[in-house]
């Protein structure tokens, strides 16, 4: 009896090993996608951060007080997402 159930024991092992290869699969798939997507979100808000440093830059000569600060909250605000992309500041 003993042995009836170690080979059974084997059998639904062996079985078992596949399925577990076939979902680090589609767990890698899953990450390397989600690594591509971040990758370029980094790449979006890098270039919205350089158009956003060349908007502020030109001052009060093309913005009023107002659009000025605006522009700042929102080069903040690209900044510090760009940080928690890159792994910089943790997520809050």
Do not use: H, W
């Amino acid at each position: 009896m003993k042995k009836n159930v170690l080979v059974l024991a084997a059998f639904l092992m062996a079985a078992a090993v596949p399925a577990v290869a076939e979902i680090s699969q589609q767990e890698q798939v899953i990450c390397n996608l989600a690594a591509k997507n971040c990758l370029n979100q980094a790449d979006i808000l890098q270039k919205r951060v350089k158009k956003l440093q060349g908007e502020v830059s030109k001052g009060k000569t093309t913005y009023s007080a107002e659009e000025l600060k605006n522009l700042e909250q929102k080069l903040k605000e690209t900044n510090e997402l760009l940080d928690k992309i890159e792994g910089k500041k943790p997520a809050k």
